[in-house]
Structure formats: structure tokens, C-alpha cells
């Protein structure tokens, strides 16, 4: 799952739009660089860092072979898992 198809899934989840168009990581570093500089004031920080761009534009890959192998983890559904985390986000108020 890439984040692009994790982000449409949480979106989704929540009922709002998909994101119309990709920043090329370019633009994201950009607008990272203003938003800390210019936004870093705020409560609980800017909402777009250095980081959080660098993240978005970098392919990572998870494997559970050693969860399942050693703990007898069953990882699921990553789609179920979605669900379940935004319907326990909102019966609590987070969203």
C-alpha cells in the first residue's frame, strides 16, 4: 500500500474528497520551508514540516513476516484497521 492509497483510504473513511492533484517533493519541501518559518508560531507547531515532506515523497516498505513468525501477529486488513482506528478516533472525540 503506498500513501497515496493509504491517505485515499483514510479520506475515505472520513467521508471528504481525494486530493486533486500530486506536489512534485519540490513544492512540498517549499511549502514546508514557509509554513515553519511563517506558521512555526502556532499551537502545536507548523502543519507541514521539513520532515513530514520528506516523508511523503520517500517509498517505504513494512513486512510483518517476523511479527507473524515470532509473536503469531495476524496484521489484518490494512483497510479494516483504517476503519476500526477512525471509528475509535471519533466515538472519542478526536475527529
Request: charged fraction near 25%; hydrophobic fraction near 40%; charge should be positive.
Amino acid at each position: 500500500m503506498t500513501y497515496r492509497d493509504l491517505f485515499r483510504a483514510i479520506l475515505e473513511r472520513l467521508g471528504k474528497g481525494t486530493p486533486v492533484i500530486a506536489l512534485p517533493p519540490i513544492v512540498m519541501g517549499l511549502a514546508a520551508r514557509v509554513s515553519e518559518v511563517g506558521l512555526g508560531w502556532m499551537k502545536g507547531g507548523p502543519p507541514l514540516t521539513v520532515d513530514m515532506a520528506r516523508a511523503s515523497s520517500r517509498k517505504l516498505f513494512y513486512r510483518s513476516d517476523k511479527a507473524v513468525r515470532e509473536l503469531g501477529s495476524d496484521p489484518g486488513d490494512p483497510l479494516d484497521a483504517i476503519g476500526e482506528t477512525v471509528d475509535w478516533l471519533r466515538s472519542r472525540g478526536g475527529i
